[in-house]
């Protein structure tokens, strides 16, 4: 279980401090589903950020309960341009954070050699990032992210960037994986649709400095359905997102 609790962020500046988060309230079950929307600017890369351990929140607590107390939050965090180290082969990036953690050099390789595996890359071991399609280098990442066993996984507009094909096609990757593996998941996105497709919850964040303003759940019989399955339902939860963000937007902007 993933607990975020009065959570803020400021940010100093010479031109003064820029508050990007104000008391947010999150948390997230084990195993869980959680999909992050609203406007650019909104603070959403910010908290995943914050519970990933980069940066400290300015007040508030992250915390991960368990039957005995609070422990430190272990994270995965992937981007929209995956994040390889380009002078290192698939196989060193994806073993890298097992490295850190100091698995054995045999293991680690194994480990690693397991996910690529997983998502194709079985021959493209020692190829470097350049070397990949932007596809590949998201399923490198992908593999990256889970071989580390962290049980929270947090990925910021993983497949923003790619074509439309190729965007679905990971999705249903990153589910098969994620099914297997039942990670806790922050995702984050700027699409309705598609966090209507993977989320079990969807919480919709105001401009800045952003709170939670809105959650839905998605009926159990909808979630993960197949990509273009089920629309009907989808049609009126997509509307009051949308106005939810457009007034969002639109406060932003009278405010700038």
Same mark, same amino acid.
């Given at each position: 279980?993933? /607990? /975020?609790?009065?959570?803020?962020?400021?940010?100093?500046?010479?031109?003064?401090?820029?508050?990007?988060?104000?008391?947010?309230?999150? /948390?997230?079950?084990?195993?869980? %589903?959680? /999909?992050?929307?609203?406007?650019?600017?909104?603070?959403?890369?910010?908290?995943?950020?914050?519970?990933?351990?980069?940066?400290?929140?300015?007040?508030? $607590?992250?915390?991960?309960?368990?039957?005995?107390?609070?422990?430190?939050?272990?994270?995965?965090?992937? %981007?929209?341009?995956?994040?390889? %180290?380009?002078?290192?082969?698939?196989?060193?990036?994806?073993?890298?954070?097992?490295?850190?953690?100091?698995?054995?050099?045999?293991?680690?390789?194994?480990?690693?050699?397991?996910?690529?595996?997983?998502?194709?890359?079985?021959?493209?071991?020692?190829?470097?990032?350049?070397?990949?399609?932007?596809?590949?280098? $998201?399923? #490198?990442?992908?593999?990256?992210?889970?071989?580390?066993? #962290?049980?929270?996984?947090?990925?910021?507009?993983? %497949?923003?960037?790619?074509?439309?094909?190729?965007?679905?096609?990971?999705?249903?990757?990153?589910?098969?994986?994620?099914?297997?593996?039942?990670?806790?998941?922050?995702?984050?996105?700027?699409?309705?649709?598609?966090?209507?497709?993977?989320?079990?919850?969807?919480?919709?964040?105001? #401009?800045?400095?952003?709170?939670?303003?809105?959650?839905?759940?998605?009926? $159990?019989?909808?979630?993960?359905?197949?990509?273009?399955?089920?629309?009907?339902?989808?049609?009126?939860?997509? &509307?009051?997102?949308? &106005?939810?963000?457009?007034?969002?937007?639109?406060?932003?902007?009278?405010?700038?």
């Amino acid at each position: 279980m993933l /607990c /975020c609790k009065g959570v803020s962020k400021t940010f100093p500046s010479p031109q003064g401090d820029v508050e990007a988060l104000r008391q947010v309230d999150l /948390c997230a079950e084990a195993g869980e %589903f959680v /999909c992050l929307i609203g406007p650019s600017g909104c603070g959403k890369t910010t908290l995943l950020r914050l519970i990933a351990g980069l940066i400290p929140p300015t007040t508030g $607590q992250i915390l991960c309960p368990t039957e005995n107390g609070n422990s430190p939050i272990r994270t995965s965090l992937v %981007f929209q341009e995956g994040g390889l %180290f380009p002078w290192m082969t698939v196989l060193d990036n994806v073993a890298f954070g097992l490295e850190m953690l100091g698995v054995p050099r045999p293991l680690r390789k194994k480990q690693a050699m397991d996910f690529l595996a997983q998502v194709g890359l079985e021959a493209f071991l020692h190829h470097f990032p350049y070397q990949l399609s932007a596809g590949m280098r $998201q399923r #490198a990442a992908l593999a990256r992210s889970f071989v580390t066993g #962290a049980p929270v996984l947090l990925m910021d507009e993983p %497949f923003a960037s790619l074509d439309t094909q190729m965007h679905w096609i990971l999705e249903e990757e990153l589910l098969r994986i994620w099914r297997e593996h039942r990670k806790t998941v922050v995702y984050v996105t700027h699409d309705v649709d598609e966090a209507l497709r993977l989320g079990d919850r969807l919480l919709v964040l105001t #401009a800045r400095p952003g709170r939670i303003c809105y959650e839905y759940t998605v009926p $159990q019989e909808y979630r993960r359905s197949a990509v273009g399955k089920n629309e009907t339902w989808k049609q009126e939860v997509r &509307q009051e997102i949308w &106005q939810l963000i457009r007034r969002e937007v639109e406060r932003s902007l009278a405010r700038s």
